[in-house]
């Protein structure tokens, strides 16, 4: 198969484009919008990465395999999309590219508005060109879990069969995002669900949780094919703020009670569930949604998990609830499903003391070169 | 009250301005983008009308109440927005100000794209500036009907109290709109109620019908006062086109089987709820959605509303079915509520054949202005 992969310089985006070159031929484009987010804000990853450029070249002389091939390209230029989608006439497309912080996205009026634009606009652009110069191709588009928020009733996968006074339809599942990052997700996935009915495309809505994790068999097999590890308030998510925090003999930061529940994975189990979905496409006409996590904590519970892991190296750390700079409901009902992913032979890994450990290892390995402050949020949800 | 109006030259924004000023001080902002998406597609309304700063000027010369005040400003461009705001404070805002019509924004994916980054950032603009310069105006966001599609469930207002496996909660309804255009309300209503909760606005969402009707007791105050009147197929609504037809003596044309339901009111009626809504403000937090409409007609029963009404007149006319240009279910079940309305004094007007018969003589009059093959459609939804 051909394969393009859209934001393939990102935490996801290249390691899904190693694995999948070792049995496909891949196409990584990338516009290097969050690189320019890390400088305006002036947050880094805790190891500094060569170019994606570098990194495909790197690939592909290692490797035995097909060789990765790059381009520089926005999903705002439609003229770029257009030419490119015809000149490659991929078989599936896998779509990272989109402005991926919450916490960006809170920042202020421009952010919220780059935010949307790039979002809407950017995968607007693709689904057009799709259409027009490849519409039988598979497109894998990442959702985040965060696009349903957090509702007193179970959450089922992009769709919900409703009684309502005594009469039955199945609608798109009601959401109650939390961010107005999350919120252009949500309007993606509408807009995709309508597209995919009228053009007949085929595309796999992945609604996924936080992943966690930076090692895969193929980052491993060079240095500098490592993916980026952030464990700031914009890009870095909860737990590698902790492992980080830990690594670094500070207490963990709670925000509110802690007892918000979130879902999270392993990157192995992304690219599991990535070639799944691959091998189990959607059929067109109908915007397939799959709900793409394989466990279920809470904040606390894995504060929790990292103190107690910590305290078997020796790090004695303790947990600090703050006050919670965001906007979300800090005790509700949570119970989503992720049963599609069962059915198609997901295999999950577990969160477990070995990896926070070995995460801890990891983030000590480069102590000097963290940035203390960029862990602490600054940036406040309700103003 | 100070209010604004948001597209203030438009069919809806333009009588809206006249009759808020007979009680309030009253600003009217455009940035005549439907006129210019007007010319890119040939289309002009029956009447010529004079500019808005002209019908300004003749509202202000022959009112004795409140003068209106112009000026022109566009939602895309914030720092208009923000000093506009900051300068006014304004007590309420009226926000017809985006692009209207489906049909154009299934052109492609320039008119797709214009649609929706139009409306979507216009209307984060507006928020962001309300949030800065007067958080406690009363912001009126006209949204449609057409934002909840044909569900095989009642529609309610806004939002649905859901029971799913013993289980319960409110959440924002479900929708399955029909359009881009009517998905970039969909997310702006989305948006809406996020940024409401989180910065406590007060915000009252009219999901609205279909409008018929040019006549209100403002704009017979003198000819030049006129609201525009459109029978082309891209902001032509059905009943204007069937009156078109009939005063040309050409067959109704029906898109499909006709047994699609549709809701509609009185300009008059739409009035009337502006003026209930802007006394009856939302709450601080808390998005208020009220559905717009007084009556409910399927095609077919429009066009023989109008046949019968016709004939009184010695019109003879037959209904024609002809493929639909569009995508929407043809037969379906429909019922919406407008209770919220009734609920603060909404009394409705009806479509009559008096009302038909008036309208019809109201377009023989100008019957040589008419481009007839602009009645025609020519933009298909599915492609």
Redesign the interface.
């Known amino acids: 198969m051909k394969i393009i992969i859209f934001g393939g310089d990102g935490y996801l985006g290249w390691p899904t484009a190693m694995r999948l070159a070792k049995k496909h031929r891949v196409f990584v484009v990338d516009n290097f919008c969050k690189k320019k987010i890390e400088i305006e804000n002036q947050v880094t990853p805790l190891f500094q990465q060569v170019s994606l450029q570098e990194r495909v070249d790197i690939w592909n002389k290692i490797s035995k395999k097909n060789k990765i091939h790059f381009e520089y390209g926005d999903l705002l230029n ?1 003229r770029f999309i257009y030419d490119f989608l015809k000149k490659i006439k991929p078989n599936a497309i896998v779509h990272y590219a989109e402005q991926p912080s919450a916490p960006y996205s809170m920042i ?2 421009e952010q ?2 780059f935010t ?2 790039n979002n ?2 950017g995968t ?2 693709l689904l ?1 060109g799709v ?1 027009k110069h490849c519409p039988n191709a598979h497109i894998l588009k990442l959702g985040t879990m965060g696009e349903y928020g957090t ?4 959450i089922e996968e992009g769709y ?1 069969k ?4 005594n ?3 199945i ?8 961010s ?1 990052y999350h ?1 252009s997700k ?2 993606d996935s ?2 995709i669900i ?1 597209l995919c ?3 007949d495309l085929k595309v796999t809505d992945l609604n996924q949780g936080v992943v966690y994790g930076v090692k895969t068999p193929e980052t491993e097999l060079h240095k500098k094919l490592n993916t980026s590890f952030h464990y700031d308030h914009i890009f870095g998510t909860i737990l590698n703020r902790f492992i980080t925090l830990a690594a670094l003999n500070k207490p963990l930061l709670i925000y509110g009670k802690g007892e918000q529940k979130r879902t999270f994975l392993n990157i192995n189990d992304t690219l599991q569930c990535i070639e799944l979905a691959l091998k189990n496409p959607a059929k067109k006409g109908y915007c397939k949604i799959r709900n793409q996590y394989t466990e279920i904590f809470s904040l606390i519970n894995l504060a929790n998990q990292v103190r107690d892991a910590a305290k078997k190296i020796n790090i004695n750390i303790k947990i600090k609830k703050i006050k919670n700079p965001r ?1 979300e409901l800090e005790n509700h ?1 949570y119970n989503p499903t992720n049963k599609s992913f069962s059915k198609i032979g997901l295999k999950p890994l577990k969160l477990n003391s070995n990896f926070i450990i070995e995460s801890i290892k990891y983030v000590q390995n480069n102590l000097k070169s963290i940035n203390e402050k960029t862990i602490y949020p600054n940036i406040k ?3």
Chains 1, 2 share one sequence.
Do not use: E, M, T
Not at 151 to 154: K, S, T
Not at 171 to 178: D, G, N, Q, T, W
């Open positions: 439609h202020g009026r919220a508005v949307q634009h809407i606009i607007l652009n057009f259409k509702p007193n009733i179970d919900l409703i009684k309502h006074k009469r039955y339809d609608l798109p599942y009601p959401k109650s995002p939390h107005i919120l949500c309007h509408a807009n309508y009915k009228i053009w906007f009902y949800w309700k103003i």
